[in-house]
């Protein structure tokens, strides 16, 4: 697996709270990714990055603001989490650079609101 | 924006039988098709993959091909076997830096 790392692993907590994930990559990739997993809509894209303080929203962005203040570090923070933001979050990373498009994920973070 | 549809939603297998995963894309522009197997509660991990310039390409007992011009692309597992039970997600994205757009995933079953 590619050096990715997500931390929580598992997280509960309750509506209203603020809650952030963190990524972190030791590949130095320059790009990163949030998406989230949901039974019967695969993986939807949330946020990603394209470099330290370079972020794009993707199709799923209500609700969710990232940061990236340094190349191995890409977070994702829920404001006032929802009972609708439960589900499994996945970063991942990719080297848009090279001659690949490859894009490698994190083990995941499962989030649930109460 | 891209569009990925992937067919069937799941599918069951005889084990040694053959199983193939379709997936259409709307965007004409695209050239990078990659096949992610995702096993339960782990991360989807990239098992193959292929670029609009070739039509077809093999690993072992998986292939993809790509139609271009009918915009589709699948994957071919043979002599299917207990562990290629998984869910499987195909993705289309132009290369560099659009992020992929992923199908909604086909859950295949192989039964001993």
């Known amino acids: 697996d590619a050096g990715i790392t997500q931390s929580p692993r598992h997280k509960v907590t309750e509506t209203g709270t603020p809650v952030t994930l963190r990524c972190h990559q030791t590949?130095?990739?320059?790009?990163m990714y949030w998406y989230r997993q949901d039974p019967g809509h695969g993986l939807r894209l949330i946020h990603y990055?394209?470099?330290?303080?370079?972020?794009d929203k993707g199709e799923v962005s209500d609700g969710y603001s990232v940061s990236r203040s340094k190349t191995e570090d890409f977070l994702l923070t829920l404001e006032s989490a929802t009972s609708s933001q439960t589900s499994v979050y996945f970063c991942?990373?990719?080297?848009?650079?090279?001659?690949?498009?490859?894009?490698?994920f994190g083990p995941g973070t499962r989030l649930t609101v109460t | 924006g891209e569009n990925v549809e992937q067919h069937p939603s799941t599918l069951s297998v005889q084990e040694g039988d053959s199983a193939v995963i379709k997936c259409t894309y709307s965007?004409?522009?695209?050239?990078?098709f990659p096949w992610y197997k995702q096993e339960l509660g782990k991360r989807p991990q990239l098992i193959i993959d292929?670029?609009?310039?070739?039509g077809e390409k093999k690993d072992q007992r998986i292939a993809v091909t790509l139609n271009k011009t009918a915009k589709h692309f699948s994957l071919h597992i043979t002599e299917t076997q207990p562990e290629d039970s998984a869910v499987y997600f195909c993705?289309?994205?132009?290369?560099?830096?659009?992020?992929?757009?992923f199908g909604k995933g086909t859950r295949l079953s192989v039964i001993a």
């Open positions: 991942a990373i990719s080297d848009f650079g090279g001659r690949t498009s490859e894009q490698y």
């Open positions: 590949e130095n990739h320059r790009y």
């Open positions: 990055s394209y470099g330290v303080k370079d972020t």
């Open positions: 965007d004409s522009a695209s050239n990078y």
């Open positions: 292929i670029r609009s310039n070739v």
């Open positions: 993705a289309a994205t132009l290369s560099g830096n659009t992020p992929l757009v």
